[in-house]
């Protein structure tokens, strides 16, 4: 009863209170004279704002005050002289929006306004789907410089109307596009198109204008450019997408290959904006790049949902004011990523491409590059890869006589090295001293037989760079396949695997296959000749597996690869299999490899320093314990 009472009391309280602030209000409401008086001085307070605005606007620009493409009559003109200064004169010239040349290898759209490429098509590729190369499109790329003026305004150039002319001079078309301050003071993007040519000569340069340009501010270029997709798999193609430069005369470094990365580089020669098969390439004639900063984005996070670029890429480079002018030669490249068309330029271009690093970059081009140039000359691609496997494994045939011999000699000593190992059980340093010692006179080391194969590595990493970046073989068919830069899709998946994909591709199948059947061969052999010792991984066991986990590898990796290269290994292995059959049963006769052994064993063996200095180990170890045996007894 006493909780009911509390309540009904609260109650009355907040109405109480409720009734008192309502009066309170009311007693201090405005009289009518009070707001006619306040709605006097809002109005005063608006007008006041907006001729402080007024006055703010000489200094505060933005594109939509001179982003026009139609000419400003005088009371417009007077306007933008107060928002812009010297640049108004550049918003009474009318002109075409696009400008549209053509070349042999080019479709091109300048853009008036910022002056610089709206559009670049290549006339003589398409993409996976049968769509024209664009590597400017829909506005994908912006080109622009940002510089200052001497009334302390700062302009970037993109929001300028730029003035059009297209000349001849001789066979070249010379594209001049123009940001004038007056009739005879400009800012001039200077375009010079060559026939049956992917470099135009490109040049930023003023006239007159060394009173209006702020000299003690930097004065910036500008390029962002965010890759188109062109290749079948994104996601392969994004592996090869990558920002390349030319630093320091003859350095070339890259920013990540899949991450977010970004640089700041001094003396920068060329920079490459590569898209796999394509690149936008701008090359600085006269002089280095000082101080570019760089960034490189990857914008292929899931492959499902991000199919129309691979990254974005942005750079700035500070340019130079020279007698308060600018005057910059450059080079711009758009066109394929083929080594013999980058090479031509004597610009080392086509360093651009991953051929490899070291002495693998190096059998790239001196040998593949060039040999498989010559077999493609006159043979189809797919026939050319192959007779190309064939001269590579002649060639690498004496590795594997050397791999077969060494296997054979193990194989003969076997029994007598099990002899030793038994006699010398309990005793393993000495069973090791006796095992090189038997190994050393007949001439049969282990290492005789690992390092023929270790000498097949470069030759076989340089040939896994080199048909992925291979441009002559992009879109060349060979049986199945319709294009041997690409996989060879035979089934499409209604479902996406996790790092296989949502296709299967034949090629990697039958190079899977053979790969089992030629470790099974030759790891076969291996591990009945191989000795388990003690404390030591169990050699057989790895190779067993590695019989396995090998063929699923290839399988499971190249499904997105290039279908070149799959079909490189699938005849590679099959050759192998072949040369290991022909010198096992053809070349080493078993009965007279024992008989050199027999020989070997009776002259006296040199030691080299090495084994000298293992025996010496050797001997001290097992002098040490048997002084330990002494001690103990």
């Not at 000349?167 to 594209?175: C, P, Q, R, Y």
Request: with cysteine; hydrophobic share 40%.
């Amino acid at each position: 009863m006493e909780e009911k009472k509390f309540d009904i009391n609260s109650i009355i309280g907040f109405v109480l209170i409720f009734g008192i602030l309502l009066y309170i209000m009311y007693q201090n409401s405005p009289t009518p004279e009070e707001i006619e008086a306040e709605k006097v001085a809002q109005q005063e307070q608006v007008e006041a704002e907006q001729k402080v605005s007024k006055q703010n606007e000489a200094v505060v620009t933005t594109s939509n005050d001179y982003g026009n493409t139609t000419a400003l009559d005088s009371t417009q003109l007077v306007a933008a002289q107060s928002k812009i200064g010297a640049l108004s004169y550049a918003l009474t010239l009318s002109g075409e929006d696009i400008t549209t040349v053509e070349t042999d290898v080019f479709e091109l759209k300048f853009n008036r306004n910022g002056g610089h490429l709206a559009q670049v098509k290549l006339r003589n590729f398409v993409d996976y789907d049968s769509v024209p190369i664009y590597l400017v499109k829909d506005n994908n790329s912006a080109f622009n410089i940002t510089f200052s003026t001497s009334d302390s305004r700062t302009h970037n150039t993109q929001d300028f109307p730029f003035q059009p002319s297209v000349t001849k001079s001789g066979e070249n078309t010379v594209v001049s596009m123009k940001l004038k301050f007056s009739e005879s003071e400009y800012l001039e993007y200077r375009y010079e198109l060559k026939p049956n040519d992917y470099m135009i000569d490109f040049s930023i340069k003023s006239q007159g204008l060394s009173g209006v340009f702020n000299t003690s501010q930097p004065i910036t270029l500008d390029w962002k450019q965010k890759q188109i997709r062109h290749a079948k798999s994104i996601s392969y193609e994004n592996r090869y997408t990558r920002l390349t430069y030319m630093h320091d005369e003859d350095k070339v470094d890259k920013l990540s290959q899949m991450g977010d990365d970004d640089e700041t580089v001094e003396g920068v020669e060329w920079l490459s904006y590569r898209q796999f098969f394509f690149s936008s390439i701008l090359v600085a004639n006269d002089s280095p790049f000082k101080d570019v900063v760089m960034t490189s984005k990857n914008l292929v996070e899931d492959e499902e949902i991000d199919t129309l670029f691979t990254k974005m890429y942005t750079s700035k480079f500070p340019l130079a004011y020279n007698g308060g002018e600018i005057n910059k030669s450059l080079g711009l490249y758009y066109g394929p990523t083929e080594a013999k068309t980058l090479k031509a330029y004597n610009k080392g271009l086509d360093e651009s491409i991953p051929f490899g690093w070291g002495i693998f970059g190096w059998i790239n081009k001196m040998i593949f590059i060039p040999l498989f140039g010559f077999l493609s000359g006159f043979l189809p691609y797919g026939i050319a890869i192959i007779v190309m496997t064939i001269l590579v494994k002649i060639v690498l045939s004496f590795v594997q006589y050397k791999q077969f011999l060494s296997q054979a000699k193990m194989k003969i000593l076997k029994p007598e090295l099990d002899a030793v190992r038994e006699k010398y059980k309990d005793n393993k340093l000495k069973a090791q001293q006796e095992t090189m010692a038997i190994q050393s006179k007949a001439g049969a080391s282990p290492l005789s037989g690992c390092l023929p194969g270790l000498m097949q590595i470069p030759v076989f990493y340089a040939l896994f760079m080199f048909f992925p970046t291979a441009f002559e073989l992009r879109q060349k068919s060979f049986l199945w396949a319709d294009d041997l830069s690409s996989f060879d899709s035979v089934l499409d998946l209604p479902f996406n695997i996790p790092f296989y994909g949502d296709h299967v591709s034949l090629f990697p199948i039958l190079a899977a296959v053979a790969i089992f059947f030629y470790m099974k061969m030759t790891t076969g052999q291996q591990m009945a000749t191989q000795p388990t010792q003690e404390g030591m991984p169990d050699m057989g066991k790895m190779m067993k597996y590695m019989i396995y986990f090998s063929p699923i590898l290839m399988l499971v990796f190249f499904n997105n690869y290039a279908s070149g290269l799959s079909l490189y290994y699938f005849i590679s292995n099959l050759i192998s299999i072949g040369i290991m059959i022909v010198i096992k049963n053809y070349i080493i006769d078993e009965d007279k490899v024992l008989a050199k052994i027999e020989v070997s064993k009776t002259k006296p063996k040199k030691q080299n320093k090495f084994q000298k200095k293992m025996a010496d180990m050797m001997a001290q170890a097992e002098q040490q314990k048997q002084e330990q045996q002494k001690r103990k007894k």
